[in-house]
C-alpha cells in the first residue's frame, strides 16, 4: 500500500504541475492556439529524449530458401497533433524493435497512444533563469514475439531544459557558441531524462534515467562541405532502470551505448536528418524485449518529422 501512495502521489504531483502551466499560461493575453498536424519516423516513443533520436535499419535477405532474413529495426512511427501556443500534443504510435543478428534475439512490436505538454516555467525577476519541462506519457501494448508475453505498458517521461543562464547547462543547446576558435575543432551537446515505467506483466514501477553527451568533430569543415555544423558526430549514451515498484523477471542492466558517424539534416528546420554510424552497444533494455548482451552494428540511422 505504501508504495501505491508514492505512485499516486508522484502522478498527483505531474497532474497539478500541469494543470497550473495550462492556467497560467490561458490568464495571458495570447493569439489564438492552432493545430498542427505531425508525421514523425524516430527510434522509440518512451519520452522526449528517444523521440529525438533517429530510427535504425539493417536487413539481410538471402536467395536461399535454407538462410533465414536477417534484421535490426529499432522505428517508431507516430501520427499526432499538437497545438502551437499551448504546446499539447497527441498521437498514434507504432514501433518495432527487432534484432535477429545478435545471440539472445529480441522481437517486439508495440502499438500505443503518446501525449505531452511542454511546461514553461518563468520567474518575473530581472536576471532570473527560465526553463522548459517536456513531459510525455504513453500508453503501449507491447507484443514480445520471442518470449511469447502481451503486456501493458505506461511510461511517464520529464526533462529540464534550461533557457537562459549558464550556456553549458542548456539541453541541446551547443557549447562553446558557433563562431567562437574552439568551435572550429569541436562542439558537444548533452540531453537527458526522468522518469516511470510500468510493466503490466510483473504489475512493476521501474525508475528511469537517460543520458546522452554529443561530439561534433570539425564544425568548420562540415560547415564547407554541407553548410551544418553536425556532419561528423560522436555520441555515448546512458540508460539506468531499477526496480521502484515490486521486482521484475527480466534484465534490468544498465546499457551503454556508444556510436560513431556521419549526420546529414535536412529539411527547412533541420529536423529531419539521414546518417550512417558504428555501434558499440552493452546492457539490456527491459522495455523492447532486450536481454544483457554486447554487440556492435553498422546501421542507416534516419529521422523524419513531417507537418
Given at each position: ?287 523492447k524485449g532486450l536481454d544483457d548482451q554486447q554487440y556492435r552494428t553498422l546501421t542507416v540511422k534516419a529521422k523524419i518529422i513531417i507537418k
Open positions: 500500500m505504501k508504495n501505491h501512495n508514492y505512485l499516486s502521489l508522484t502522478l498527483a504531483l505531474t497532474i497539478i504541475i500541469t494543470v497550473y502551466s495550462t492556467s497560467a499560461q490561458s490568464q495571458q493575453s495570447q493569439p489564438r492556439d492552432s493545430v498542427v498536424f505531425k508525421l514523425t519516423i524516430a527510434k522509440a516513443s518512451d519520452n522526449d529524449f528517444t523521440k529525438g533520436k533517429p530510427a535504425e535499419f539493417i536487413g539481410t535477405f538471402p536467395s536461399s530458401d535454407t538462410v533465414s532474413n536477417s534484421w535490426l529495426t529499432n522505428a517508431l512511427i507516430e501520427t499526432s497533433l499538437g497545438t502551437a501556443i499551448s504546446r499539447w500534443s497527441f498521437g498514434l504510435t507504432a514501433e518495432l524493435h527487432r534484432n535477429t543478428l545478435i545471440e539472445k534475439k529480441q522481437d517486439v512490436r508495440q502499438l500505443g497512444i503518446s501525449m505531452g505538454k511542454v511546461i514553461v516555467l518563468q520567474r518575473q525577476s530581472i536576471g532570473s533563469s527560465s526553463f522548459e519541462m517536456p513531459l510525455t506519457l504513453n500508453f503501449k501494448n507491447s507484443e514480445d514475439k520471442i518470449k511469447d508475453k502481451e503486456e501493458l505498458q505506461a511510461i511517464l517521461g520529464l526533462s529540464f531544459d534550461r533557457l537562459v543562464g549558464v550556456q553549458i547547462l542548456r539541453t541541446k543547446s551547443l557549447f562553446p557558441a558557433y563562431g567562437k576558435r574552439l568551435a572550429q575543432v569541436l562542439m558537444f551537446s548533452h540531453d537527458h531524462n526522468f522518469g516511470l515505467a510500468y510493466l503490466g506483466d510483473g504489475k512493476a514501477v521501474l525508475g528511469q534515467f537517460d543520458f546522452e553527451f554529443n561530439l561534433f568533430f570539425l564544425p568548420i569543415l562540415s560547415d564547407l562541405l554541407v553548410d551544418r555544423y553536425d556532419l561528423f558526430k560522436a555520441q555515448f549514451t546512458y540508460n539506468g532502470r531499477s526496480e521502484f515498484i515490486n521486482e521484475v523477471d527480466r534484465d534490468l542492466d544498465t546499457q551503454f551505448n556508444f556510436q560513431v558517424g556521419i549526420n546529414l539534416p535536412f529539411g527547412s528546420d533541420n529536423q529531419n536528418s539521414l546518417g550512417i554510424a558504428h555501434d558499440w552497444i552493452k546492457g539490456a533494455d527491459p522495455l
